[in-house]
């Protein structure tokens, strides 16, 4: 069986949330639970003080990258590229999977849970997200660089411990939430290590051994 071809998204770890942010912010204005709710932004900014002004962050979805993690399995492969007909070395590419959390800070509990059930509900239908099968506004330099991307998003679980870490490193107090994998993304800088000349011609001249 031919093994597909995956595309993994380069350098886009900002570029893969605002799609999401995005994608997801359209399906919960098209399911009536509110315009625009859906923002990039950590929510240890609203936990640290809620006391404190943080209008920005009131009645939305917080989107934030919680950690990353490395794709250890892809990492001793040999990165060697052609640039005009010669070989380059480079260092690999640093793989890595994205564990997003989605926090509902509605402005009512119930609201918080219709939008947290609707998020899941999202991602149930589409979890592949390529250059294909997303459209996404270009309105910015940085969004309108993307090209070809490929990845997915995986409900991920934590235990109870790993929930209690989550919520005491952002400030102790818990909202409605879900934790997502985001796999797989390639972040690479343009280094050269070496460059070669390329292979012009193989010698069939064999001298014998006595």
Same mark, same amino acid.
Not at 62 to 73: F, G, K, P, R
Not at 96 to 111: G, P, W
Not at 170 to 198: I, T
């Given at each position: 069986?031919? !093994?597909?071809?995956?595309?993994?998204?380069?350098?886009?770890?900002?570029?893969?949330?605002?799609?999401?942010?995005? /994608?997801?912010?359209?399906?919960?204005?098209?399911?009536?639970?509110?315009?625009?709710?859906?923002?990039?932004?950590? @929510?240890?900014?609203?936990?640290?003080?809620? %006391?404190?002004?943080?209008?920005?962050?009131? %009645?939305? +979805? @917080?989107?934030?990258?919680?950690?990353? /993690?490395?794709?250890?399995?892809?990492?001793? /492969?040999?990165?060697?590229?052609? !640039?005009?007909?010669?070989?380059?070395?480079?260092?690999?590419?640093?793989? +890595?999977?994205?564990?997003?959390? =989605?926090?509902?800070?509605?402005?009512?509990?119930?609201?918080?849970?219709?939008? $947290?059930?609707? $998020?899941?509900?999202?991602? /149930?239908?589409?979890?592949? =997200?390529?250059?294909?099968?997303? +459209?996404?506004?270009? %309105?910015?330099?940085?969004?309108?660089?993307?090209?070809?991307?490929?990845?997915? *998003?995986?409900?991920?679980?934590?235990?109870?411990?790993?929930?209690?870490? @989550?919520?005491?490193?952002?400030?102790?107090?818990?909202?409605?939430?879900?934790?997502?994998? *985001?796999? $797989? *993304?390639?972040?690479? !800088?343009?280094?050269?290590?070496?460059?070669?000349?390329?292979?012009?011609?193989?010698?069939?001249?064999?001298? %014998?051994?006595?």
């Amino acid at each position: 069986m031919k !093994r597909q071809k995956i595309l993994f998204s380069t350098n886009m770890l900002y570029e893969a949330l605002e799609i999401v942010r995005e /994608q997801l912010s359209e399906y919960l204005n098209d399911t009536g639970l509110g315009s625009n709710i859906v923002i990039l932004d950590s @929510i240890a900014h609203f936990v640290d003080n809620p %006391n404190k002004d943080n209008e920005a962050l009131d %009645n939305k +979805v @917080i989107v934030s990258l919680l950690s990353l /993690q490395e794709e250890t399995s892809l990492k001793n /492969q040999r990165n060697m590229k052609f !640039r005009d007909g010669n070989p380059v070395y480079l260092n690999n590419p640093v793989n +890595v999977h994205a564990y997003i959390l =989605f926090t509902c800070n509605r402005s009512d509990y119930d609201f918080s849970l219709r939008s $947290l059930s609707a $998020l899941i509900a999202f991602f /149930q239908g589409k979890r592949i =997200f390529n250059h294909k099968n997303t +459209v996404f506004s270009r %309105n910015t330099q940085v969004m309108r660089d993307v090209k070809e991307f490929y990845f997915t *998003l995986d409900l991920y679980t934590p235990t109870f411990e790993e929930l209690n870490y @989550i919520w005491s490193m952002h400030g102790g107090k818990a909202y409605p939430a879900a934790l997502y994998k *985001l796999n $797989l *993304l390639s972040l690479e !800088r343009d280094h050269l290590l070496d460059q070669g000349a390329p292979l012009s011609h193989v010698s069939t001249q064999y001298k %014998n051994i006595n």
